[in-house]
């Protein structure tokens, strides 16, 4: 299989307009789309995708000739939704990966504007309002060059050539780009396109590791803005998440593995040689989340983030942070007391945040509408926006463990799957963004956990990643603390085998579901959502008889994270296509014991004990 890269140059003629969603000048209605990080014009690679599929779709079928390559194999297929639900919720993914089309011309930080009127039919004159101010940075007739690529895996130098083809004749078809196209912005006047073989790896690349390890760290660098769009509060508005999940690293190595096998099917010991080995044992691999860290030279130990506990409160003025989850009761704090602020009520977070190892990434709001190909317009009610994680300077840390894989396949699948990851990572989150990765041994976590406990037979176990826990049958809209209290003592007993039990806890729960989760993942049943304990929940714990036994549950808790309940396994089974939400997906993962709990434990003159 070949990895091929188009260069494309596209020319427009000038006056050109990309809206952007970022504020511009007083006074200037539409600005042309800049780049964040460095202000450079550029076309995004959404309005060259959809121009290219209206294009192919305008082709096919002409004088009887039909595209050699389908449009959906290239560009993706319509995914089901609560309005289209005899559609499959089953992703539809395209092969081809647009990056945005930068101008190759430096511009000034205030380019020229130009404005246009709207004429009242009835009076002959100017409507009232009617005004109009556009940001053009190109004058009429002059050319602006746009470089973007396009990429692909081809099974040979045919098939390759022949994606070539479609997508040249695709673009040479488009008339123009950009916004008011019908008022003669943004011609399309030359397509310069080059086909480069990236390469890779195929199976001359893989050898089998002699010294296997079972922990391998991963420093995730991902080249261009994505959007890992977390549970919707707004219908049109997809946010994305800052991390990078287990499931989301899985994913886009299953698709990267399926694109160099041409494999469409699911990935198994069915697959052919050298990855036999890596496909038997594809869903045993536990890949942790990736969570962000500020970029710093290579040479040097990186140190993951960790997820701050739910246990930190802060006082009346937030010039501090503390940790009671070692307080035995109920409290106030301050000189002045008063009630301590828990995180929900914090105004700010960046000192926590900070302290805890996270960077905080740019974000990027791109708003995008379907186009009614009749009118050739923006369809009515069609807008929606991307807000994505601009990664430029940071870098995503996490793991992946071979601990469940069987010691004499190890060192075979640890092997496949470095020539694997060492090709990088493509199509992550909506935007199908590629990012390299560099496999080290030297990736561990900010504060290490510690199994010794804390306070006789006790320990803190903080979340680092969502988990499920909880039996949503044993609560109600009418359930309190003590019936929630109730559920997380016996999810606690249970998991530990008795071996534990829950002191107290600081825990908040939220529901994943919507119908595209529900229906991928448990089709054919009622609707219930997900009920999830959040990352940075605290429980504290102790042994309930012999210490080293308790310990021993933990310690195994710390390498492979909690476990399911055996409600969840039996209702929503232990399989990535029945539950979204397994220990191999990195769900689950804890830390235990943190400094914190002890270096930001509350003095008597800061906590003030409510008898």
């Known amino acids: 299989m070949l990895e091929m890269e188009l260069k494309v140059r596209l020319t427009l003629l000038g006056p050109v307009l990309t809206h952007s969603t970022a504020i511009g000048a007083i006074g200037v209605d539409s600005c042309m789309a800049r780049r964040p990080e460095d202000g450079r014009f550029y076309l995004p690679f959404s309005l060259v995708r959809g121009r290219l599929r209206q294009s192919w779709e305008e082709m096919d079928g002409v004088d009887g000739h039909s595209l050699p390559v389908r449009i959906d194999d290239l560009l993706g297929g319509h995914t089901g939704d609560e309005f289209n639900v005899e559609q499959s919720p089953e992703p539809q993914r395209g092969r081809l990966r647009f990056s945005d089309f930068l101008c190759e011309k430096d511009m000034p930080a205030q380019p020229p504007?130009?404005?246009?009127?709207?004429?009242?039919?009835?009076?002959?004159?100017?409507?009232?309002?009617?005004?109009?101010?556009?940001?053009?940075?190109?004058?009429?007739?002059?050319?602006?060059?746009?470089?973007?690529?396009?990429?692909?895996?081809?099974?040979?130098?045919a098939e390759a050539n022949a994606i070539k083809s479609q997508v040249v004749k695709g673009l040479r078809w488009i008339?123009?780009?950009?916004?008011?196209?019908?008022?003669?912005?943004?011609?399309?006047?030359d397509v310069q396109v080059e086909l480069e073989e990236r390469g890779l790896v195929g199976g001359h690349d893989v050898a089998t590791v002699l010294s296997p390890s079972e922990v391998i760290g991963l420093v995730i660098r991902p080249l261009s803005p994505f959007c890992i769009a977390r549970r919707r509060t707004v219908q049109n508005l997809f946010e994305s998440d800052e991390v990078l999940s287990g499931a989301i690293i899985r994913g886009a190595l299953a698709t990267t593995l399926k694109a160099i096998l041409n494999h469409p099917s699911d990935i198994s010991d069915s697959i052919p040689e050298p990855w036999k080995e890596l496909g038997r044992y594809f869903n045993s691999i536990r890949f942790t989340f990736a969570f962000p860290a500020a970029s710093t030279p290579t040479s040097r130990a990186y140190?993951?983030?960790?997820?701050?506990?739910?246990?930190?409160?802060?006082?009346?003025?937030e010039a501090c942070f503390l940790d009671v989850a070692l307080r035995d009761g109920p409290g106030l704090i301050g000189q002045l007391p008063m009630a301590p602020k828990f995180r929900v009520d914090w105004k700010h977070s960046d000192d926590v945040r900070g302290?805890?190892?996270?960077?905080?990434?740019?974000?990027?709001?791109?708003?995008?509408?379907?186009?009614?190909?009749?009118?050739?317009?923006?369809?009515?009610?069609?807008?929606?926006?991307?807000?994505?994680?601009?990664?430029?300077?940071?870098?995503?840390?996490?793991?992946?463990?071979?601990?469940?894989v069987p010691e004499d396949e190890r060192g075979k699948v640890e092997?496949?799957?470095?020539?694997?990851?060492?090709?990088?990572?493509?199509?992550?989150?909506?935007?199908?963004?590629?990012?390299?990765?560099?496999?080290?041994?030297?990736?561990?976590?900010?504060?290490?956990?510690?199994s010794?406990?804390?306070?006789?037979?006790?320990?803190?176990?903080?979340?680092?990643?969502?988990?499920i826990l909880c039996d949503p049958t044993d609560l109600h809209e009418n359930s309190g603390a003590s019936e929630l209290e109730a559920a997380y003592r016996k999810v606690w007993r249970e998991l530990s085998q008795g071996k534990l039990e829950l002191v107290r806890y600081f825990a908040c729960q939220s529901l994943a579901g919507g119908w595209y989760l529900i229906r991928r993942f448990q089709p054919?049943?009622?609707?219930?959502?997900?009920?999830?304990?959040?990352?940075?929940?605290?429980?504290?714990?102790?042994?309930?008889?012999?210490?080293?036994?308790?310990?021993?549950?933990?310690?195994?808790?710390?390498?492979g994270g909690l476990p399911l309940p055996s409600w969840a396994v039996k209702r929503y089974g232990d399989s990535w296509r029945s539950c979204p939400f397994?220990?191999?997906?990195?769900?689950?993962?804890?830390?235990?014991?943190?400094?914190?709990?002890?270096?930001?434990?509350?003095?008597?003159?800061?906590?003030h004990v409510i008898q």
């Open 113 to 157: 504007v130009r404005s246009r009127i709207k004429i009242d039919p009835a009076r002959g004159s100017v409507a009232r309002g009617a005004l109009q101010v556009l940001e053009t940075p190109f004058a009429s007739g002059e050319k602006a060059t746009f470089t973007g690529t396009i990429s692909y895996i081809a099974a040979n130098a």
């Open 175 to 189: 008339t123009s780009l950009g916004a008011e196209r019908t008022s003669g912005f943004g011609r399309l006047i």
């Open 303 to 317: 140190k993951r983030p960790v997820s701050p506990p739910l246990s930190l409160v802060k006082d009346a003025d």
């Open 355 to 404: 302290y805890f190892g996270w960077s905080t990434p740019k974000r990027e709001l791109r708003v995008r509408t379907a186009i009614d190909r009749g009118k050739r317009r923006a369809a009515e009610g069609q807008l929606f926006a991307y807000e994505m994680v601009v990664p430029y300077g940071h870098e995503w840390l996490g793991h992946a463990d071979l601990g469940r």
């Open 415 to 450: 092997g496949q799957l470095r020539a694997i990851l060492e090709s990088g990572l493509r199509s992550i989150g909506k935007t199908k963004a590629k990012a390299g990765i560099q496999l080290s041994h030297d990736v561990g976590p900010l504060f290490p956990s510690d």
């Open 452 to 467: 010794t406990p804390v306070e006789r037979d006790r320990w803190v176990i903080t979340l680092q990643a969502p988990a």
């Open 524 to 559: 054919g049943k009622p609707y219930n959502p997900f009920l999830l304990t959040d990352s940075g929940s605290v429980f504290v714990v102790r042994a309930t008889a012999d210490i080293a036994d308790a310990r021993n549950v933990i310690e195994a808790w710390m390498r």
């Open 582 to 607: 397994l220990p191999v997906d990195g769900f689950g993962e804890i830390a235990v014991n943190l400094p914190c709990h002890k270096e930001k434990y509350p003095s008597e003159e800061m906590w």
